[in-house]
């Protein structure tokens, strides 16, 4: 996937401000048109001018746009980052009626889901109230350890949202916030926040701030869903003849029984050891048999009298037959 330059395909400085933008996008918009334009490539262009103005006229969705495209250049290979998006504010709002033509593959990767979660989800904003109207429901992506699933936590988080000056700049404001993490959370799972999204109108209630919740990279452990998963690097001897090991883990240390005759690729599996819940997850280990390094001659002479006491064949089914 490439990098798209959004500033360049409007023409506009990374400074410009809202109403440069959409003074650019207006002007180029009526030369690229494809009703007034014949040129073959009109609606390619169109449609790249409309997905460039569908992000740079949005504070949110610019602000950020511009965190994680910096320094990187139009047409570069690019790969959003894990978590690039984490402790931006988004509002809840539907989408415009306009914004539903066809996106790049980029657009998708930066702002497809959320732009997905904000047309079909939290929509309290747009329901009318007899003295008011209810505040807009707000929505941000939050990276925690993954030890509070284990143990839950309460957290300060600061929330990032865009905002235009009196210049018609973006600039970002912050706000604090005390969440409390419950134990069992898994990956996904948002936290409701009543009343921190935006002011009612009138006597309307202000909108509700739904975090959505993943957990940072660690390197030891992978996620998925409620269970764990994990590398275990075992010495050829354990592998043989078994082994009691000592795992850590996000809730303690564990042993776990390495069986005898074991290979790598082998699964182990632990029940229950995963992320606690109703249904708690399980504990899976896949063993990696390590071999010793022979940096000097005593480790060389015992792989070479292993070689000549074992008399093991790695590759008995290279000899078969076709």
Partial sequence: MEFKDYYEVLGVER???TD?????????????????????????????????????RDD?????????????RDGQPFRPPPGWNSGFEFSGAPADPGDEGDHSAFFEALFGAAR?????????????????????????????????????????????RPACDEAGHVVMQERMLQVAIPKGIRSGQQIRLMGQGSTGLGDGAPGDLYLEVAFAPHALWRVDGR???????????????????????????????VPAGSQTGRRLRLRGRGIPGR????????????????????????????????????????????
């Fill in 116 to 160: 997905r979660r904000a047309s079909q989800g939290h929509r309290h904003g747009d329901t009318p109230r007899a003295q008011g109207r209810r505040g807009q429901d707000h929505h941000a992506k939050i990276v925690v350890p993954l030890q509070d699933a284990f143990h839950g936590a309460t957290r300060t988080l600061t929330l990032h």
């Fill in 15 to 17: 400074s410009a401000s």
């Fill in 279 to 322: 249904e708690p997850g399980d504990l899976y280990v896949q063993l990696e048999v390590v071999l010793p390094p022979a940096p000097d001659d005593k480790a060389r002479d015992a792989y070479r009298a292993m070689a000549r006491d074992l008399a093991f064949d790695p590759r008995p089914h290279f000899g078969a037959d076709p």
């Fill in 227 to 257: 269970d764990l998963n994990l590398t275990l690097p075992v010495a050829p001897w354990e592998a043989a003849l078994g082994a009691e090991i000592e795992l850590p883990t996000p809730d303690g240390s564990v042993a776990i029984h």
């Fill in 20 to 56: 440069a933008i959409k003074k650019a996008f207006r002007r180029l918009a009526r030369k690229h048109h494809p009703d007034i334009n014949p040129s073959p490539d009109s609606a390619a262009r169109m449609q790249a001018l409309n997905e460039a103005y569908e992000v740079l």
């Fill in 60 to 72: 949110e969705r610019r602000a950020a746009y511009d965190q994680v495209g910096q320094g990187v």
